[in-house]
């Protein structure tokens, strides 16, 4: 049974911080680098970032230098540190296991995700 439960979204001005907490089911989390994804309206969903189990990162170009992605092995966690927040950051951001191609998305069981808006 996979289990992914996203939360800490919210509204907050640009220039802002928000910090996102992902718990997932250990069956997904503990052999899985994961990884954050957003979807803002009208758009594709698509990747933010990822970590592997070993904790190296990766991020998307857009998010580079202003998000960090985080994980708690002891408690199947994974977050998202997002600084500097702009208007285009706005989204409804969700955490997975890192899925590489996009056309694969579908395919895969997703949480309700949490509500990121970045007001001007």
């Known amino acids: 049974h996979v289990h992914l439960v996203e939360s800490g979204g919210g509204l907050v001005q640009a220039g802002g911080s928000l910090r996102l907490s992902c718990a997932a089911s250990?069956?997904?989390?503990?052999?899985?680098?994961m990884g954050w994804y957003r979807q803002a309206p009208g758009k594709q969903r698509e990747f933010v970032a990822l970590?592997?189990?070993?904790?190296?990162?990766s991020y998307a170009d857009s998010v580079k230098g202003r998000f960090t992605i985080s994980r708690d092995n002891a408690n199947n966690t994974v977050y998202l540190q997002m600084n500097s927040l702009k208007p285009e950051d706005t989204a409804v951001y969700y955490c997975?296991?890192?899925?590489?191609?996009?056309?694969?998305?579908?395919?895969?069981?997703w949480g309700q995700g949490t509500q990121v808006t970045v007001s001007s």
């Open positions: 997975n296991k890192f899925i590489l191609r996009s056309s694969d998305y579908v395919r895969n069981y």
């Open positions: 970590i592997t189990t070993s904790g190296s990162t």
């Open positions: 250990r069956n997904i989390f503990s052999i899985n680098t």
